[in-house]
């Protein structure tokens, strides 16, 4: 449904009382489609990127906050695929001003704004799933994350059935890419073999956080050079009512005191 993100100066909040507070946007500009993320563009922040399930529009705003601008990224509807909807990440990509990455289920589309919003320069595709009839056929994804390590790019890409890759990506890298099987990194046992769904990454931290069907989500710090994982940790949704966790005694599982990380 309809709604707004609004900053709030120095609000507080109780829960005996409740705040009021008077806001004055800078500006209105709607859109024909419900709003699943807004992003700024970190480069410029004179650019938002804001996306739907099967839409996604970059605003150009001026000093004031007055919207100059849009600008509609590839297809005006991007064909639904099933009930998650067309688009299951969007993201800029780091240190680019005009760089966008769109991920659908069958690749990551990196689209070059300042040369074309209808077609990408760039794609990546994953390689067919283990055991699969059909070779031709590349791995469906499920989402996918940004990471950033002095000027060096590389797209995190976890497939519907669980498995993570890291794919670098080069400032003139165009055309049609598939992710090397050897980019595949390494997961802990007990989240072998659950779906995948979500990866996000913390820049500033350097940490990838991947959560699986069943309640897992892994915490994982890559090599900033080689994106491989250097140590790992599971924390199990269930594990405040379960003290030994849901991992069946693998002892890569710390959902207490997470190995390699430092607090």
């Known amino acids: 449904g309809a709604g707004s993100i609004v900053p709030v100066p120095n609000s507080t909040s109780s ?22 993320r807004v992003l700024f563009n970190p480069a410029a922040d004179e650019y938002l990127a804001v996306a739907g399930y099967a839409q ?33 990440d969007v993201d800029w990509i780091p240190g680019s001003t005009s760089l966008l990455a769109l991920t659908v289920a069958a690749h990551v589309a990196v689209f070059d704004l300042a040369k074309s919003a209808v077609a990408p320069v760039l794609t ?28 060096q790019n590389r797209v995190l890409v976890l497939s519907e059935a669980g498995a993570l890759y890291s794919h670098p990506l080069g400032p003139n890298d165009k055309g049609d890419a598939v992710v090397d099987v050897g980019n595949k990194l390494v997961l802990p046992e007990c989240v072998r073999g659950r779906e995948g769904l979500s990866v996000h990454f913390s820049r500033a931290h350097g940490v990838a956080l991947v959560s699986f069907d069943g309640g897992s989500t892994v915490l994982l710090r890559l090599d ?33 005191g997470p190995a390699g990380f430092s607090h």
Do not use: M, Q
């Open 15 to 36: 829960s005996s009382s409740e705040v009021r507070v008077g806001i004055r946007p800078l500006s209105r500009s709607g859109v024909k489609f419900e709003v699943a």
């Open 56 to 88: 996604c529009v970059v605003f150009t705003l001026g000093a004031k906050g007055e919207v100059l601008d849009r600008l509609c990224v590839g297809p005006e509807e991007w064909p639904l695929d099933g009930i998650d909807g067309a688009l299951l």
């Open 124 to 151: 990546v595709s994953l390689p067919p799933r283990e055991g699969e009839v059909d070779g031709s056929i590349p791995a469906r994804i499920a989402a996918s994350a940004l990471a950033c390590h002095r000027g």
């Open 224 to 256: 900033p050079e080689t994106g491989a994982v250097n140590a790992s940790c599971v924390v199990n949704e269930d594990a405040g009512s379960n003290p030994d966790g849901d991992n069946n005694g693998s002892e890569d599982t710390y959902p207490f």
